[in-house]
C-alpha cells in the first residue's frame, strides 16, 4: 500500500469516534475521504497482523483479561441479554466476532501496536463496520484493561458499537462510564440520547427523562433536534399512560413554527392513536372525531406512511366502517408498511363480517409474517372454535399462549409494566381455554369418513393453500419491498407450527410492537398496543441524516434491523436540514481537552497521583492547582483514590460453598440485662457480622414498645401521612409472576397514600377478617412459632406458610411505609424512649456520622415507622449509601428477614439484570434457588416482637411480615473505616447510575474532619483523601470561573441549610454553585450543568458557600489523632 502523505496523516490522525454521526463517508461527495479511510484501514491491519505473527499462540492465560464490556467471544451472550429479539441476525455476528478476535499477548514495548487497534475500531465505525470496529476496540480492551478509562473517545466509540449491534445492556454501561469520567465529554448530549432512548426501551422510565431532559442542554453540534427529543419526551409519558403530559407534549410540538413534516406526522399519528384508545380524553364520539382527524392529518403531512394508514383503518373498523377500514388497511399494505399487524386486523373485520374463509387466509398471513403474533394466533383459534374445529383451536391457543414464554425477558418486563387488565384476562382466558379444550379432545372420538364437513381447512392445509387473488398480490408487493430477507421464510413453504416451535420469531418483518393485547377469550382480538409509533426505525439512520452530506436512501435500508425493536423511537427522530462543516468539527468541538492523538492516552493524568498527595498542606495544594490548565473546565472530581476506575460491582468470592454453607446460621444474641445491652462487646459483636439479631433487647432496656402501637399512634396523630404499597400476598419464598406462570425477580407494588387513623382501621379490619376466616374453616396453621434463631422457625415458618398458601394467593394487601417520626414536638414520647438505647444504636449520637450532616435526611438521622399486615413486603435493596441500619419489631406479629453479605451485592446485581431489572431504580424479590446456584450465601430468620436486627454496611436484604406488626427503623454510621469507604464506593457508582445519593458524602466529610478526632489510620487517609480532592476541584472551579470573567460572590451557610445537589443530573454541589440570573425559582446546578446553558457562564451567577481560608483551616487541622478517639477501629 501506498504511503500517506503528510496532509492525509494530519487528517486521519484528528478522525475518531467523535466524528461518527457528523461525517457521512457513504456520500459521493466525501468519496475521496472514503478512500482514504480505507487505506488507513488496509495498512493499520497489515501492522497488526505482522505484529501477531511474532507473538505466543499460548492464549490460555488471556481469557478473562477483561470483565468490564465482557470478551467478545460472548457478544451471543450479550445479545440474549439485551435485545428484545433474538434471531438468526445474532448468530452470524458472534461467529464473526469469534473469528477475528484471537486471543493475543501485550508487547509492552510497542505502544504504536496497541493504539492501532484503537485507531483501527474509529475508523470501522466512520465506515459503519459495526462488527469489525467492536472487533478492534475489543483488541484494544485486552492491552488498557487496566487504564482504558483515560481514553474517552474509545469509550465513546465501544459505547456506540455495542449499541448498534443491539447490545444495548454493555452499550449502557459504556456510556454511563463516559459520563461519569468526562460529563462534558464533546458528544455527551448524543450519549445521554442514546440511554434516555435504551432505556426507555428497558422500561426504565425515570432515569430515561433524566437523559433525554440533559441532552436538551448541551448547545454542542448535534445529530439531533431539540424538538425530536422533545417528541421522544412526550412519548415517553405516553408510554407511562401520563396521557395528559404526553397530550400536552405533542401539542405543544404542532404549535412550533419549524416543526418538519415528517415530525408533524409522527405527532399527529401519536395524538390520533392516543384519542382513540384513551377514555379519559374525553366522550367516545368526540374522541373518535379526533382520532380520524388526526390520523388523516398525519397521513396529509406523510402520505407515504403505511403506519398512520393502518391506524385509521383501526379507528374505522372501531366504529363499524368497514368499507372505509379495508380501503384504509390495503393503503397500508401498498405503502410497502403491510405487517402481521395489518393483516390479523384484516382477519377481524373479515370475521365480524361473518367471512371465516377470507379471516382465515388474513390470519394465516399474519402468522407467515410474525410466527410470534399472539393475538393473530388467539383470533384464529377463537375462529377455528366458532366453526367447530377444537383441534385446530387447540393447536393455535398453543401457539399463542407458547409465544409468551419465547419473547425476550426484556419485552415481558416491558409487557409487565404496560399490561392492562384486560391482558391479563385474556392470558388466564387462554388458559382456561386450553385446559377446557384438553378435556373435550381426550373425550372425543376419532375423526372418521363419514363424520361432518369441515367448514374451514384444517391449520396445515391453510398454510400451504394458495390464497385469493387480492391477498396474495399484496403479500408479493410486500415480499418485493424485503429483498434477500424474504426467501428465508415464503409465504407458502413448509408446514405451519401447530404447536409451538421452539425458536424464535425469524420473521422478515420484525414485530414492533408489544403484542399481549386482548378482548377477551370469546372476543375477536386486535392488537391493541399501538400506543408508540409502530413505523417507528432505528437509530443509526437518524444519526446518518445528520452528517456533512444528506445520507442516500439506498444506504437507509442496510441499517433498518438494528433498532426496530425500538417500538418506543420516532421515524423522524434525527432529521435535519443543516449540515455540519468538517472544519467547525475539529476546531470547536473537539477542542476539548479528550486527546485525539491516542499514542499519548492519559498524558495528563499520568502522573497526577505524584502530583496531589494526602501530605500535602494547603498551601502546596494551592500551588500544585495553579499548574492545572484553565483554558478547559476541570475534569471530573472522584473522591475515591486518584486515577481509580469507574466505580462498578464487585466479583463474588470465589471460595465454592457447600449446600449448608450457603444456608449460615443467623448471628444472634439474647440480653438479659441492661450491662448487658451496653458492654463494648455487643458493638463488637454487630460491626463482626453481615447482619445480627440481639433477641429480648426491649425487655432487657425495658422499653415501652407500647409507644410505638397503632393504638397509641392514631391516639397521637390520627391525620398524620402514610404511604401505602399495595401487593400481591405471596409466602415469604416465593414470587410469582401476574399470570403465575413462573416464579420471577420483579416485585410489583403501587403507591398511594393515606392516614394513620384510616390505615389502623384497616389493619383491624384486615386482622378481624383473619380470625373469622379462620373460625369458619377451622383453619389449624394459625399456632406460634418457637423462638429459635434460623432453621427451626424457617422450617416451621414454611409448614404455616405452606398450608395458607392456597388460601391467600391471590390476594391483594396494602402495606403502610415510610411513616416520618422525625416530629420531635409531634412525636416527642417516642423519640425519648429511644434515647434508652446504647449509644452505637442510637438515632443521634457523636460516634454516628449520621450525627454530624447537619441537617435531617428523613428515614436515616430520624425514625420511620412501618405498619404492616401479614405478607408485606420491603423489596431487595442494600441501605442507602451503604450506611448500616437499626430495625425493631414493635409486634404483635414476626417478621422473615433475608440477606446476603454485602461481598456478594455484585452477584444479586448481576442477577438482577439478568433478570432485567434495574438494581438501584427496580422493585425486586430475589428467587432464593437463583441465589443458590450462583453460589450466593442467604441468611433466614424471624425477628420476634421486641428483636433489634442490627444490618451492617452493604448488607442486602429483604422482609416480609408474617404477622401484623409494626417496625421502627433508622440508619446508622459507625466511625469505622469499612462503613466510610462502602459508603464512599456507593456515593461515586451511585454517580455512575445518575442514581441520586441522598448522603451528602462531601459535606459529611468536612463536618467530620471539623467534629471529631480520627485515630484509625485507614478511616483518617480516606477521609483526607476525600478533603484533598474536593477542595483540589473547588480551587480549580474558582480558577476556572475567574479565566470566565465571572465573579465568585460570597453567600455562606444557614443554620441546618440542607446540602445542595444538581436540579439537572443530581450530583452533590459543594461549596461553588452555579445559579441562573434571571431565573424566578433558583435552581443550583452544577459546573458542568451551567456550561451546558450557558458555555462562557455568561448569565450565570456563581456563589461560594464557604471561605477559602476556612476549607483550609479545617484541611489543615485535620491530622491523625495519636490517642484513643471516638473513632473504632475495624
Known amino acids: 500500500m501506498g504511503q500517506l502523505t503528510f496532509e492525509d496523516d494530519c487528517l486521519i490522525r484528528e478522525l475518531d469516534s467523535r466524528y461518527y454521526g457528523f461525517l457521512d463517508l457513504s456520500n459521493s461527495k466525501n468519496a475521496e475521504l472514503r478512500n482514504l479511510v480505507q487505506q488507513t484501514i488496509t495498512n493499520l491491519q497489515n501492522y497488526i497482523a505482522n505484529g501477531q505473527a511474532h507473538e505466543s499462540k499460548n492464549s490460555s492465560d488471556n481469557k478473562n483479561a477483561i470483565q468490564k464490556f465482557e470478551p467478545s467471544t460472548q457478544a451471543g451472550e450479550h445479545m440474549e441479554n439485551t435485545s428484545s429479539q433474538n434471531n438468526d441476525d445474532t448468530k452470524p455476528f458472534e461467529q464473526d466476532v469469534k473469528e477475528k478476535v484471537p486471543i493475543i499477548e501485550e508487547k509492552p514495548q510497542d505502544q504504536h501496536y496497541v493504539n492501532a487497534l484503537c485507531k483501527l475500531g474509529h475508523l470501522h465505525l466512520l465506515l459503519g463496520e459495526y462488527t469489525e470496529a467492536l472487533s478492534a476496540y475489543q483488541k484494544y480492551l485486552r492491552f488498557r484493561e487496566n487504564n482504558y478509562w483515560t481514553n474517552h473517545a474509545f469509550m465513546y466509540g465501544i459505547g456506540v458499537a455495542y449499541f448498534k449491534l443491539r447490545c444495548f445492556k454493555w452499550a449502557i454501561k459504556s456510556f454511563q462510564e463516559l459520563l461519569y469520567l468526562s460529563p462534558n465529554f464533546t458528544c455527551a448530549n448524543e450519549v445521554h440520547l442514546r440511554l434516555g432512548l435504551m432505556l426507555k426501551h428497558c422500561g426504565e422510565f425515570h432515569i430515561a427523562l433524566k437523559h433525554l431532559q440533559l441532552a436538551l442542554l448541551y448547545t454542542y453540534p448535534s445529530t439531533f433536534s431539540e424538538l425530536q427529543v422533545k417528541f421522544q419526551i412526550a412519548h415517553l409519558y405516553e408510554v407511562q399512560n401520563k396521557h395528559k403530559a404526553a397530550k400536552d407534549g405533542y401539542e405543544f410540538l404542532l404549535n412550533e413554527k419549524n416543526i418538519s413534516l415528517e415530525l408533524k406526522a409522527d405527532v399527529y399519528r401519536q395524538l390520533g392513536w392516543m384519542y382513540h384508545c384513551v377514555e379519559c380524553l374525553g366522550e367516545k364520539k368526540e374522541r373518535e372525531a379526533n382520532a380520524l382527524n388526526f390520523l388523516q392529518k398525519s397521513i396529509e403531512a406523510d402520505p407515504k406512511s403505511g403506519q398512520s394508514l393502518y391506524l385509521l383503518g383501526r379507528c374505522y373498523a372501531g366504529i363499524n366502517k368497514v368499507h372505509d377500514a379495508f380501503l384504509a388497511y390495503r393503503n397500508s399494505v401498498e405503502k410497502s408498511e403491510g405487517n402481521a399487524d395489518t393483516w390479523c386486523s384484516i382477519g377481524v373485520l373479515y370475521q365480524q363480517q361473518n367471512q371465516p374463509t377470507d379471516a382465515l387466509q388474513a390470519y394465516i398471513c399474519a402468522v407467515q409474517l410474525d410466527k410470534d403474533h399472539k393475538a393473530a394466533w388467539t383470533n384464529l383459534g377463537i375462529l377455528y372454535e366458532s366453526c367447530g374445529q377444537l383441534r385446530d383451536a387447540y393447536a393455535c391457543y398453543l401457539n399463542a399462549t407458547k409465544q409468551i414464554s419465547f419473547q425476550s425477558s426484556l419485552i415481558r418486563k416491558k409487557q409487565a409494566i404496560r399490561m392492562k387488565k384486560d391482558t391479563i384476562g385474556l392470558s388466564k382466558g387462554l388458559s382456561q381455554r386450553i385446559t377446557f379444550l384438553e378435556g373435550q379432545l381426550s373425550q372425543a372420538p376419532l375423526p372418521s369418513i363419514t363424520s361432518k364437513r369441515r367448514q374451514l381447512c384444517s391449520i396445515e392445509e391453510a398454510w400451504n393453500l394458495p390464497i385469493s387473488l387480492e391477498m396474495n398480490s399484496r403479500q408479493q408487493q410486500t415480499a418485493q419491498m424485503l429483498p434477500r430477507q424474504v426467501t428465508k421464510q415464503s409465504p407458502v413453504q413448509g408446514p405451519p407450527p401447530p404447536y409451538p416451535h421452539s425458536q424464535l420469531s425469524q420473521s422478515p418483518i420484525p414485530s414492533k410492537r408489544i403484542k399481549e393485547d386482548g378482548t377477551g377469550q370469546q372476543e375477536v382480538t386486535q392488537n391493541n398496543s399501538q400506543t408508540s409509533a409502530q413505523n417507528l426505525i432505528n437509530i443509526s439512520e437518524s444519526l446518518n441524516q445528520r452528517n456533512f452530506n444528506a445520507m442516500p436512501e439506498s444506504n437507509k435500508s442496510s441499517e433498518q434491523s438494528v433498532l426496530d425493536t425500538f417500538d418506543d423511537i420516532s421515524n423522524d427522530i434525527y432529521k435535519q436540514n443543516e449540515s455540519i462543516k468538517l472544519e467547525r468539527l475539529s476546531h470547536d468541538a473537539l477542542s476539548n481537552n479528550e486527546d485525539s492523538r491516542h499514542d499519548y492516552i ?371 454510621g459507625p466511625l469505622t473505616a469499612r462503613q466510610y469507604s462502602l459508603a464512599i464506593e456507593r456515593y461515586e457508582w451511585n454517580k455512575v447510575q445518575a442514581f441520586k445519593s441522598i448522603v451528602p458524602m462531601v459535606h459529611l466529610s468536612w463536618n467530620l474532619a471539623r467534629n471529631i478526632k480520627v485515630s484509625d489510620t485507614k478511616l483518617f487517609e480516606l477521609i483526607k483523601m476525600c478533603l484533598l480532592q474536593t477542595l483540589k476541584n473547588v480551587l480549580h472551579i474558582q480558577e476556572y470561573v475567574k479565566s470566565k470573567g465571572v465573579e465568585i460572590r460570597f453567600n455562606g451557610r444557614g443554620k441546618n441549610e440542607a446540602s445542595h445537589y444538581c436540579g439537572q443530573c443530581e450530583v452533590e454541589v459543594f461549596n461553588v454553585l452555579f445559579i441562573k440570573e434571571q431565573e424566578k425559582r433558583h435552581v443550583v446546578h452544577c459546573l458542568s450543568c451551567a456550561l451546558k446553558l450557558s458555555p462562557s457562564l455568561q448569565g450565570i451567577v456563581c456563589l461560594e458557600e464557604y471561605r477559602l481560608t476556612e476549607l483550609q483551616r479545617v484541611y489543615d487541622s485535620f491530622t491523625l489523632h495519636r490517642t484513643q478517639g471516638l473513632a473504632y477501629t475495624q
Open 602 to 972: 492519559g498524558g495528563d493524568n499520568a502522573d497526577l497521583s505524584t502530583t496531589f498527595k494526602i501530605q500535602m498542606d494547603s498551601k502546596q495544594l494551592m500551588a500544585a492547582v495553579k499548574l492545572l490548565p484553565i483554558d478547559e473546565p476541570p475534569v471530573h472530581c472522584t473522591i475515591l483514590q486518584v486515577n481509580a476506575p469507574p466505580p462498578s460491582p464487585p466479583d463474588c468470592p470465589p471460595q465454592k460453598l457447600t449446600r449448608d454453607q450457603l444456608l449460615p446460621p443467623t448471628p444472634s444474641v439474647h440480653l438479659e440485662n441492661k450491662k448487658n445491652a451496653f458492654s463494648p462487646q455487643l458493638q463488637e459483636f454487630c460491626l463482626k457480622h453481615p447482619i445480627a439479631v440481639v433477641r429480648g433487647l426491649a425487655g432487657a432496656l425495658k422499653l415501652d414498645l407500647g409507644l410505638f402501637s397503632t393504638k397509641t399512634l392514631v391516639e397521637a396523630n390520627p391525620d398524620h401521612s402514610v404511604e401505602v404499597r399495595t401487593q400481591v400476598h405471596q409466602s415469604p419464598d416465593e414470587n410469582w409472576d401476574t399470570s403465575q406462570g413462573k416464579r420471577v425477580w420483579a416485585c410489583i407494588s403501587h403507591r398511594s397514600h393515606t392516614t394513620i387513623a384510616k390505615y389502623a382501621q384497616y389493619q383491624a379490619s384486615s386482622f378481624q377478617d383473619s380470625l373469622k376466616d379462620e373460625s369458619d374453616k377451622g383453619f389449624p396453621g394459625s399456632q406460634a412459632m418457637s423462638d429459635s434463631d434460623s432453621k427451626d422457625s424457617v422450617s416451621n415458618s414454611n409448614i404455616v406458610l405452606k398450608r395458607k398458601k392456597h388460601k391467600i394467593n391471590s390476594k391483594m394487601l396494602r402495606f403502610g411505609t415510610n411513616v416520618d417520626l422525625s416530629d420531635e414536638k409531634k412525636w416527642k414520647p417516642q423519640l425519648t424512649e429511644l434515647q434508652k438505647l446504647p449509644a452505637f444504636a442510637r438515632v443521634i449520637s457523636a460516634a454516628n456520622m449520621l450525627s454530624h450532616v447537619g441537617h435531617v435526611i428523613l428515614g436515616m438521622n430520624t425514625v420511620q415507622l412501618y405498619m404492616k399486615v401479614p405478607g408485606s413486603r420491603t423489596p431487595g435493596h442494600q441501605e442507602n449509601n451503604n450506611f448500616c441500619s437499626i430495625n425493631i419489631n414493635i409486634g404483635p406479629g414476626d417478621c422473615e428477614w433475608f440477606a446476603v453479605p454485602d461481598a456478594y451485592w455484585g452477584g444479586v446485581h448481576n442477577l438482577c439484570e439478568k433478570n432485567n431489572i434495574s438494581y438501584l431504580h427496580g422493585s425486586w424479590w430475589p428467587v432464593l434457588e437463583d441465589l443458590y446456584k450462583e453460589n450466593i450465601p442467604v441468611y433466614r430468620f424471624i425477628q420476634k416482637p421486641g428483636d433489634l436486627v442490627w444490618v451492617n454496611a452493604g448488607c442486602v436484604h429483604w422482609v416480609q411480615s408474617i404477622g401484623w406488626c409494626n417496625n421502627i427503623a433508622w440508619n446508622v
